[in-house]
């Protein structure tokens, strides 16, 4: 069965830093990019950055490029998020998402099919 | 940067009842679109993706269709468990999701 279980969430003072951890489990993590996507209390989704399986390919949002690192370790089948100067607007749950790597017609079809639970990240004094 | 639209941003309806909700992009994306749906305190469910395929699981009273800017996912007979909120999102160009459409009861 696949996992995806987030932890590292927390309440952060502005300007401050915190880092996310995704544990995948049921399925090969080295071979499926991975995401981040997050979503403010009450509103809707928002895409935070993308990482390819082997790394080579790393995508951010404009809101946290420069701010946010992305990265992942296929031996411990975990992806991190590194959050800094963190902001309010930052408040937020965060997923991760697999990219299922589906292929229609033999063109690759990006899509999120397996999201962990959440885990709130809160940026306030 | 492509933004993505839905309408219409809610809509009320009963069980039984056809649903359908439009979701547009600012520039041409092919068929790279996802549909999702979203319980509230749950993660999102992918429904359909590149526009018209469903997802393994998801039942066929779900459809979508359309390319280039257009495209719509139908309900065909809205069910109990269907109540949420549904969004768009494309996958042209990283990703983007649509601001989504609530779905209630009427």
């Known amino acids: 069965e696949v996992q995806l279980v987030e932890s590292g969430g927390g309440l952060v003072k502005p300007g401050g830093s915190l880092r996310l951890s995704c544990a995948a489990s049921?399925?090969?993590?080295?071979?499926?990019?991975m995401n981040w996507v997050r979503q403010a209390p009450g509103k809707g989704l928002e895409w935070v950055s993308s990482?390819?399986?082997?790394?080579?390919?790393?995508y951010y949002a404009d809101s946290v490029k420069g701010r946010f690192t992305i990265s992942r370790d296929n031996a411990k089948n975990s992806l991190y998020l590194q959050m800094n100067s963190l902001r309010a607007e930052d408040t937020a749950v965060y997923y991760c998402?697999?990219?299922?790597?589906?292929?229609?017609?033999?063109?690759?079809?990006?899509?999120?099919?397996?999201w962990g639970q959440g885990t709130l990240v809160t940026v306030s004094s | 940067d492509i933004q993505m639209t839905q309408s219409p941003s809610s809509l009320s309806a009963s069980v039984g009842d056809r649903v359908t909700i439009t979701c547009r992009a600012s520039?041409?994306?092919?068929?790279?679109l996802n549909w999702y749906q979203q319980k509230p305190g749950k993660a999102p469910k992918l429904l359909i993706y590149?526009?018209?395929s469903l997802q393994s699981g998801v039942p066929s009273r779900f459809s979508g269709s359309g390319s280039g800017t257009d495209f719509t996912l139908t309900i065909s007979s809205l069910q109990p468990e269907d109540f949420a909120t549904y969004y768009c999102?494309?996958?042209?160009?990283?990703?983007?999701f649509g601001p989504g459409t609530k779905v209630d009861i009427k």
């Open positions: 590149a526009a018209s």
């Open positions: 049921g399925f090969t993590f080295s071979s499926y990019s």
């Open positions: 998402a697999r990219d299922f790597g589906m292929k229609v017609a033999g063109i690759a079809a990006p899509g999120f099919d397996y």
């Open positions: 999102q494309q996958s042209y160009s990283t990703f983007t």
């Open positions: 990482i390819s399986s082997s790394s080579s390919y790393i």
């Open positions: 520039q041409s994306i092919s068929s790279y």
